[in-house]
């Protein structure tokens, strides 16, 4: 790969993990937030859950979009594993072929229905949905276009890497 595109996708990879972590810190200072207000000053703070519920949302998908690399999701993978590169390689086309043909499928719907939720809003923060579940369409085109080019790359005779449960880490 052009070493300017790999240093343009590290900084977005870069952008997205910030992204990431801000979001969780939001949701971590309104959970403490809640708790100070409902235990220590007996206020009533339905927004802050509210908040941390659509932040969870907003960080699963934002996560799975941008964030998670292939080689990090998780999977049950024994009979993957087990083989070799080339049934490896065939086996990642037919699932990467499923996952474009479902998702290429649902889109339209998706997108008919995320719209169509401008009609309701949140209770607290009075936030359209349209807008709060907007990160579905984001996670469906991402995924998307992950697939395409990890299928395209299977096609070209790149087999997925395996697992190597000996390498595995906790991220740090």
């Given amino acids: 790969m052009n070493p300017r595109a790999r240093r343009f996708g590290s900084r977005l990879y870069k952008y997205g ?9 939001v949701m971590f200072f309104a959970f ?3 708790i100070a207000a409902r235990y220590l000053f007996d ?17 699963v998908l934002w996560g799975a979009s941008f964030v998670v690399t292939e080689q ?3 999977r049950f993978d ?9 049934v490896r390689r065939v086996m990642f086309l037919v699932s990467a072929a499923a996952l474009l043909v ?10 008919s229905y995320v719209t169509f939720m401008k009609v309701e809003s ?29 299928g395209w790359q299977a096609l070209r ?15 740090l």
């Fill in 17 to 25: 993990e910030f992204i990431l972590t801000a979001m969780l810190a």
């Fill in 32 to 34: 403490l937030f809640q």
């Fill in 43 to 59: 206020w009533p703070t339905g927004w802050t859950n509210e908040l941390s519920a659509i932040l969870w949302i907003w960080l």
């Fill in 72 to 74: 990090e999701e998780m």
């Fill in 78 to 86: 024994l009979i993957y594993a087990a083989v070799g590169p080339k």
């Fill in 102 to 111: 479902l998702y290429g499928m649902s889109f339209p719907a998706i997108v």
């Fill in 122 to 150: 949140s209770a607290y923060m009075g936030i359209r949905f349209d807008w709060l579940y907007s990160i579905y369409i984001v996670f469906v085109i991402a995924i998307i276009v992950r697939y395409l080019w990890l």
């Fill in 157 to 171: 005779g790149k087999a997925p890497e395996e697992f190597d449960p000996t390498q595995a880490g906790s991220g």
